[in-house]
C-alpha cells in the first residue's frame, strides 16, 4: 500500500524528499479532451445535478437515488482522507475546453500495490468515449506515476457499456458472479476484469 504513495513521491517530488508524503497534494492528470483534478466544495451542486437520476443510479452500486440533499458535499469531504490515508483517490473528470464537470473516476480499496477502479458519468454525457479516455489515462498514471501492478473492475450484468469500456482501455475479464454491494438490496450478477500492465503479464 504504502509503495502507491513512495513511488509518486520519489519520482515527481525529488526536492522535498523530506516532506511528510501525508502533504503531497493530489495530482492533476490531463488526456486530450479530459482534466481528471481533485474535487472541489463548489462542485457538489454540479455532482447532485449529475448523479440525481435513476438512468445513473442503476448503473451502480453506490449512488443512491433520489439522491439525499448534502450528500455530495460530505462524499467529497471525504476525498482527502481517502487520500491520505492511502485507501482511494477519486477525480472529478471535466472538459478541457469548457472546464465543465460530466462526472468521476477512482481508484479505490488500494491495498498491497492492487487497487478497483470505479467511475460514473453524467447522462449526457455518455457514447462520447469520455469514460474510455479518462480510464486510460488513470490506468496509465495508477502503472507509471503510482506503481500499482494490478487493478480489478467490475460491472453490472444491466450495464455492458462498462464492460466495452474496460475492454478498449486493456482490461481482461475474468469472472461472474452473484453479489450484493453497497446499496444493491439483493445480489445481482456482476462482471469482473482485471488489468495487469504489460511489461508484467508473463
Known sequence: MASLFSHFFSRHLPRIARRSVRQVSQPVMYSERLILRPFLLSDADVVTYLVNTSLVADMTASIPHPYPEGLSARWIESHLEGWQARRFICFAVELK????????????????????????????????????????RLVCGACSDFGLKRLTARHLDRNPASGNVLKKVGFAYQSSEMQQLGLMTCEELMHLYVYQPPFLVT
Open 97 to 136: 475546453q469548457t472546464r465543465q464537470l460530466i462526472g468521476s473516476i477512482s481508484l479505490m480499496n488500494i491495498h498491497d500495490d492492487q487497487a478497483e477502479l470505479g467511475y460514473w458519468y453524467g447522462v449526457d454525457f455518455w457514447r462520447q468515449g469520455f469514460a474510455t479516455e479518462a480510464a486510460k
